[in-house]
């Protein structure tokens, strides 16, 4: 009995320092944004850096920046590709819209006048529930549009005011790379010099695994939105989706966010499909994103579990509870709790 309540203080008492760190953390990221990219961009290029350092017999500075600035040029030469395909390709979306509506104007027609012929033919009553709900439906339509088109007034404003912030956490986190990796490729062990030789092992250890766990857990959500983007561009390149490269790409990005998901570019173009009478793409659509969402739902606990050694059901339990409880923040703060009662249970500290 005294040993259970002994392992029930336990869990309580990382219970609460592990809640208050998320808390602090999450509510100071804005402050310390550059430092904490900077230092998992560091832990990445410590290695190459150290290859540098034995293979040419180099300082750490010069290797330290070799290393950053190769990959800091190539991210923006990445991005660069990416932001130009997007910003071509969304223009001629853009301006194709009201060509391709010109174009299908008949079969637009032809498509709410079988729709109205069906709905004449209906029972009254059936006809007073539809129209009581399109009613009701408008209203909330245009409620949201209205809230929308404020929230995404404001949203622009605030982007733009960010557009000095994000060029300073940039430079910041450039700056802040490349002295990190320095320290990291010198001298890996200062910070656990201090610590005394009987924990120093055991806090080496959580340290190490602590990194080792977020590194996968970041690869294994990346794997994810790439098989995502293989899946989409490889569907929209077979039935012919215009924009292919940009809609897969939002589809990648859609498939991390817990309220849009794939479905908000699958379902539009899907319908648009069917309004334009191509049936064969918009059945094929339509099967494609049933399936594409069921192997995401597959695959995701099982890469994570997997990259994190963790079982499958705690996975699937974390992502669920978190996302009921607070989105995507939640989702975070089960799994990174899952993460380190593993760790700490490891280490025989739990």
Same mark, same amino acid.
């Given at each position: 009995?005294?040993?259970?309540?002994? *392992?029930?203080?336990?869990?309580?008492?990382?219970?609460?320092?592990?809640?208050?760190?998320?808390?602090?953390?999450?509510?100071?990221?804005?402050?310390?944004?550059?430092?904490?990219?900077?230092?998992?961009?560091?832990?990445?290029?410590?290695?190459?850096?150290?290859?540098?350092?034995?293979?040419?017999?180099?300082?750490?500075?010069?290797?330290?920046?070799?290393?950053?600035?190769?990959?800091?040029?190539?991210?923006?030469?990445?991005?660069?590709?990416?932001?130009?395909?997007?910003?071509?390709?969304?223009?001629?979306?853009?301006?194709?819209?009201?060509?391709?509506?010109?174009? @299908?104007?008949?079969?637009?027609?032809?498509?709410?006048?079988?729709?109205?012929?069906?709905?004449?033919?209906?029972?009254?009553?059936?006809?007073? @529930?539809?129209?009581?709900?399109?009613?009701?439906?408008?209203?909330?339509?245009?409620?949201?549009?209205?809230?929308?088109?404020?929230?995404?007034?404001?949203?622009?404003?605030?982007?733009?005011?960010?557009?000095?912030?994000?060029?300073?956490?940039?430079?910041?986190?450039?700056?802040?790379?490349?002295?990190?990796?320095?320290?990291?490729?010198?001298?890996?062990?200062?910070?656990?010099?201090?610590?005394?030789?009987?924990?120093?092992?055991?806090?080496?250890?959580?340290?190490?695994?602590?990194?080792?766990?977020?590194?996968?857990?970041?690869?294994?959500?990346?794997?994810?939105?790439?098989?995502?983007?293989?899946?989409?561009?490889?569907?929209?390149?077979?039935? *012919?989706? *215009?924009?292919?490269?940009?809609?897969?790409?939002?589809?990648?990005?859609?498939?991390?966010?817990?309220?849009?998901?794939?479905?908000?570019?699958?379902?539009?173009?899907?319908?648009?499909?069917?309004?334009?009478?191509?049936?064969?793409?918009?059945?094929?659509?339509?099967?494609?994103?049933?399936?594409?969402?069921?192997?995401?739902?597959?695959?995701?606990?099982?890469?994570?579990?997997?990259?994190?050694?963790?079982?499958?059901?705690?996975?699937?339990?974390?992502?669920?509870?978190?996302?009921?409880?607070?989105?995507?923040?939640?989702?975070?703060?089960?799994?990174?709790?899952?993460?380190?009662?593993?760790?700490?249970?490891?280490?025989?500290?739990?």
């Amino acid at each position: 009995m005294e040993s259970i309540l002994k *392992k029930i203080d336990k869990l309580t008492v990382f219970f609460i320092l592990y809640t208050f760190v998320f808390v602090i953390f999450f509510g100071t990221i804005g402050y310390t944004l550059p430092f904490v990219l900077a230092l998992i961009l560091a832990s990445l290029l410590k290695i190459p850096t150290k290859f540098l350092m034995r293979k040419f017999k180099i300082k750490s500075t010069i290797a330290s920046i070799i290393t950053t600035t190769v990959f800091f040029a190539a991210i923006i030469v990445l991005l660069s590709l990416i932001i130009t395909t997007i910003t071509s390709e969304t223009i001629q979306l853009v301006k194709n819209i009201q060509s391709y509506f010109s174009i @299908n104007k008949n079969n637009i027609l032809d498509f709410f006048s079988n729709l109205q012929n069906y709905y004449k033919n209906l029972d009254p009553s059936i006809i007073s @529930n539809i129209e009581s709900n399109i009613s009701n439906y408008i209203t909330k339509t245009i409620n949201i549009s209205m809230n929308a088109s404020t929230k995404i007034f404001s949203v622009t404003l605030s982007f733009m005011s960010t557009i000095p912030y994000t060029l300073m956490v940039l430079l910041f986190t450039l700056l802040t790379t490349y002295f990190f990796t320095k320290d990291l490729s010198s001298s890996s062990n200062k910070i656990f010099d201090l610590i005394p030789n009987k924990n120093g092992d055991r806090v080496h250890y959580i340290f190490d695994e602590s990194k080792k766990m977020f590194k996968n857990y970041l690869l294994s959500y990346l794997l994810i939105i790439t098989i995502t983007f293989l899946e989409t561009l490889v569907v929209f390149l077979v039935f *012919k989706v *215009k924009y292919a490269v940009t809609l897969s790409i939002l589809c990648g990005i859609f498939d991390l966010l817990p309220i849009f998901g794939i479905g908000a570019i699958y379902i539009p173009l899907i319908i648009i499909f069917f309004i334009s009478g191509n049936y064969l793409a918009g059945l094929g659509l339509l099967i494609s994103y049933v399936i594409i969402t069921i192997v995401r739902q597959i695959i995701e606990p099982k890469i994570v579990s997997s990259s994190l050694g963790i079982n499958p059901v705690a996975v699937l339990a974390s992502i669920f509870i978190g996302l009921k409880a607070n989105g995507l923040i939640g989702m975070l703060f089960c799994m990174f709790l899952v993460v380190f009662y593993n760790i700490l249970k490891k280490v025989e500290v739990l």
